[in-house]
């Protein structure tokens, strides 16, 4: 580290190491869905067939996981649907509330 020492700019470690651990992390969860697939196929006997159909199906649902889309790169597939399962909006699609004060209109009281 004493070559860094003069320098204005040193390199930053912490943002290398991010990225390789995000990287071993989706290398984990290929793996392990890999190995989930190899244990559903011999915990049910699946036929040649059908268990090519399950190693597709698991690696699949792994690339879904840690996929990242190109419009965030920050953030993985799976966050953004659990988001929009979970935490969508939940008054979007729900009748009007006749008491509330939608975009500044007021109602007066009766």
Known sequence: MDKYINMKNPPR?????????????????????????????????????????NYGLWI??????????YNNPGQRQIFAIIESIFFTDKNH????????????TYKEDE
């Open 60 to 69: 699949a649902i792994a690339l879904v996981i840690v996929w990242r889309p």
């Open 93 to 104: 699609y729900h009748a009007l509330d006749p008491n509330r004060n939608y975009h500044g």
């Open 13 to 53: 470690f912490s943002g290398e190491w991010k990225f390789f651990a995000f990287f071993f992390l989706d290398l984990l969860t290929l793996g392990g869905c890999f190995f989930w697939a190899k244990m559903v196929n011999n915990l049910v006997q699946l036929p040649l067939l059908f268990a090519i159909l």
